[in-house]
């Protein structure tokens, strides 16, 4: 296996690519530098080194070493850093799980006052993570966030408010906690004001007010407005019967409400390149088989692309674990996504998210977010395995380069 891709290669849209070697985009100065000050004792740099890890943002995730930079830094007194390993100990991601351990992290994060350390505690108090649920404590945490601007927590503290929950019932301060984030674009305030709309709860029983504000979720799709308004139309609540609409609205929010949805026939690829082009498949057959790994994606993103005729995602696969093998990010992320959804391969969460993390790390966008999202599927000790196998599988690629 071979990291580096010809520069020479007819297929590129811009000349003098070639995939960066592993160790070099590890080493770059800046990394160099802020590993350097996080070594020193540098509260700030192991907390952003921690981040680094924690996200895969131009360096492979390692959730263990996020913790162990986290926990320097926490040691010192830093918030944020409390804040997020606390969050790590409740997931047990990097560091065995220890809900205890997590629950004191995060209430030491918030004692420093910051709105979204208030936040995470509220949320933790509110569902009863590793603790008995305290609605009430939570309430008051999500007061004192709000206050300080923190829109989620007014949005928050709206649904105790409009439930009654912690706090008593009270429609009109659930409705002005609601209103200014809604107007400002918020999805789960837009529909929450919906629902109060069309169940004329202390307000008048509004249906066209109701569909208004769940279209405006809709639009930014968030699953439950896209049901909710779909309930709408297939009654003629507020808007006119058209239960065709209402079939797909809910058809969307199915799709929208499972992570393996939100990245069905997406695939990514690498603006660097020209657009494949279908006419030219055979020539990237040749190209591919003579070893060309830039050939090797772009017809392997012919195959799997959603808008092809005549899709083959096993031999899409194939092309595409040979031009991952060469250091191809694309490729390594769609592979991953391959892997995430077992099409031309067996499913597999862990190796979907190896690959993925490594396409991350590489630089290639889209991929944090694609693997983000499908992470929602696995387990913590999953995530675990697969940044070891990406561990695994970085070091046996940079010995190849």
């Known amino acids: 296996m071979r990291l580096s ?14 995939a960066p070697g592993l ?28 981040q680094r890890y924690e996200t895969g943002d131009g360096v492979l995730q390692n959730y263990a070493r996020a913790a162990g930079y986290y926990a320097a830094a926490a040691d010192q007194g830093a918030a944020t850093a409390q804040n997020a390993l606390g969050t790590l100990y409740l997931r047990g991601l990097g560091v065995p799980a220890d809900p205890a351990r997590g629950l004191a992290l995060l209430t030491a994060a918030a004692e420093s006052g910051v709105p979204e350390y208030l936040h995470d505690l509220a949320v933790v108090l509110e569902q009863g993570i590793a603790t008995p649920a305290d609605p009430a404590s939570a309430a008051e945490l999500y007061r004192r966030a709000a206050d300080l601007g923190w829109t989620e927590s007014a949005v928050s503290l709206g649904v105790l408010y409009q439930d009654g929950i912690g706090v008593e019932k009270d429609i009109a301060k659930a409705i002005a906690l609601y209103s200014g984030p809604a107007e400002s674009g918020h999805a789960r305030a837009q529909n929450n004001l919906g629902l109060i709309h069309v169940r004329g709860d202390g307000v008048p029983q509004d249906y066209a007010a109701a569909a208004e504000w769940f279209r405006r979720a ?6 439950v407005a896209m049901t909710n308004l779909g309930t709408m139309y297939e009654n003629g609540f507020g808007v006119e019967v058209n239960e065709d609409y209402a079939k797909e609205l809910y058809r969307l929010a ?5 992570a393996a949805g939100t990245v069905a026939g997406q695939f990514l690829f690498d603006a660097r390149l020209q657009p494949p082009d279908p006419a030219a498949a ?4 040749a190209a591919a088989a ?20 005549s899709r083959d995602y096993r031999l899409a696969a194939g092309y595409f674990r040979a ?11 769609n592979l991953g996504i391959l892997s995430f959804q077992g099409k031309g ?25 694609i693997r983000d999202r499908l992470a929602a599927q696995m387990t913590a000790d999953q995530i675990n395995a697969a940044n070891e196998a990406a561990e695994a599988a970085w070091a046996a690629l940079a010995a190849s380069d």
């Open 5 to 18: 891709v010809p520069a020479a290669s007819i297929w590129l849209a811009v000349a003098g690519f070639v």
């Open 23 to 50: 160790p070099a985009l590890a080493q770059q100065t800046p990394f160099a530098a802020l590993e350097s000050a996080a070594e020193a004792g540098d509260a700030a740099a192991q907390t952003a080194l921690a």
């Open 218 to 223: 809709a639009d930014q799709g968030l699953p």
């Open 254 to 258: 199915a799709e929208a409400g499972t």
């Open 282 to 285: 055979g020539a990237y057959r």
């Open 290 to 309: 003579a070893g060309d790994p830039v050939a090797q994606f772009l017809q392997g993103y012919l195959l799997a692309d959603a808008a092809a005729t």
């Open 323 to 333: 031009a991952a093998d060469r250091g191809m990010p694309a490729a390594m992320a």
């Open 345 to 369: 391969v067996l499913q597999d969460y862990v190796e979907g998210y190896k690959w993925l993390t490594i396409a991350a790390s590489l630089g290639l966008p889209g991929a944090i977010a």
